[in-house]
């Protein structure tokens, strides 16, 4: 997720139809500028070279949402449920065909880290460095729901681990802390919240066309070719 404002100016995003790399390609009304999905650069327009500012966002399912937020409201949509359910089904069925292919990416400008998602079904609570930062990344497994957060508080840096009853404690201040929001519910800590830190849900391939020196949790990302062509020629 991306704000849509750069600067004062605020713009208007649309999909383009264009796909690079297997990534979909925006545009908006404004400057009829294109934008990567995954980076949120201007590729090609009046605002080329300019970066949209990441979000953080929770990728979930609806259950697991709803269960941790009962108070959700839904907007209506335009057209029937069964339309936006058919697209959905579809792409839902793309995505878990290559599952074992999926990762939490994590990327702050030409710098970026990942973690599959076999190691975080494995591990749910993973402390680890990246980016020049101490990063927390915590999972519920049945979902698929993954978030990264910083693990420095209060000029603490602190250590994590899952207890049997499924809430965090952390080593410095033993404080609990609620998987879901990363709020703590006890102990020293109790009321503060880490900072959720903008990530994605990407396949490897796409993940490796735009951040060929990503390192990866466990060792460094091999690079691969892209299908992006040289310098001067038009990429789509």
């Known amino acids: 997720m991306y704000a849509r404002k750069l600067g004062k100016q605020s713009i208007t ?8 790399d297997r990534t979909v390609i925006f545009f908006d009304r404004e400057t009829g500028t294109e934008w990567s999905q995954l980076t949120a650069k201007g590729l090609k327009g009046p605002l080329k070279g300019k970066s949209l500012k990441r979000v953080p966002v929770l990728h979930t399912t609806w259950k697991y949402w709803k269960n941790q937020h009962p108070e959700t409201r839904v907007l209506q ?3 029937a449920m069964n339309r936006y359910r058919r697209t959905a089904n579809r792409y839902q069925r ?3 065909a290559n599952r074992k292919s999926k990762l939490l990416g994590v990327a702050e400008g030409d710098k970026a880290r990942s973690w599959s998602f076999s190691q975080l079904r494995d591990k749910t609570v993973i402390n680890d460095s990246g980016l020049g930062k101490k990063l927390l990344i ?7 729901t993954a978030a990264v957060y910083s693990r420095v508080i209060q000029g603490k840096t602190l250590h994590f681990q899952r207890l049997e009853s ?24 109790k009321g503060s919240s ?3 830190i903008p990530s994605t849900h990407v396949h490897r391939g796409q993940w490796k066309s735009y951040f060929p020196k990503s390192t990866s949790y466990g060792g ?11 310098a001067g020629k038009k990429f789509y």
């Not at 995003?13 to 690079?20: A, C, E, N, R």
């Not at 915590?138 to 698929?144: A, E, G, H, L, Y």
Request: no cysteine.
């Open 13 to 20: 995003l649309g999909v383009s139809g264009k796909l690079l």
């Open 77 to 79: 949509p335009v057209y």
């Open 94 to 96: 793309l995505f878990d």
């Open 138 to 144: 915590v999972t519920d497994k049945s979902s698929d």
């Open 166 to 189: 499924g809430a965090l404690v952390d080593r410095e201040t033993k404080s609990h802390w609620d998987p879901a929001t990363l709020k703590a519910t006890s102990g020293t800590m």
């Open 194 to 196: 880490l900072t959720m």
């Open 220 to 230: 460094k990302t091999a690079s691969r070719p892209t299908s992006r062509p040289k």
